[in-house]
């Protein structure tokens, strides 16, 4: 898992493998966006105002992450 944050945008990504991204974007919330592999597996997950994001403990609820 690497997590990175652009301070310029206030976007934080999530990435939870290294598994190439084949559809973009199921939104979770609205600051909250998933990518996804060609089998539907979870890549990554970019939380967008991640400062300012009170969605983060949401996610879990929201999606299901599986090991790589």
């Known amino acids: 898992m690497k997590i990175t944050y ?3 945008t206030d ?3 999530i990435r ?5 991204v084949y ?10 966006l998933v990518d996804y592999t060609k089998d539907g597996k979870v890549v990554g997950v970019e939380v967008l105002a ?3 994001n009170t969605a983060l ?5 929201k999606i299901s992450v599986q090991a790589a």
């Open 23 to 32: 559809h973009t974007t199921r939104k979770v919330t609205d600051d909250v």
């Open 6 to 8: 652009d301070k310029q």
């Open 50 to 52: 991640a400062s300012k």
């Open 16 to 20: 939870l493998n290294d598994k190439a």
């Open 57 to 61: 403990p949401k996610i879990t609820d």
């Open 11 to 13: 976007a934080m990504y």
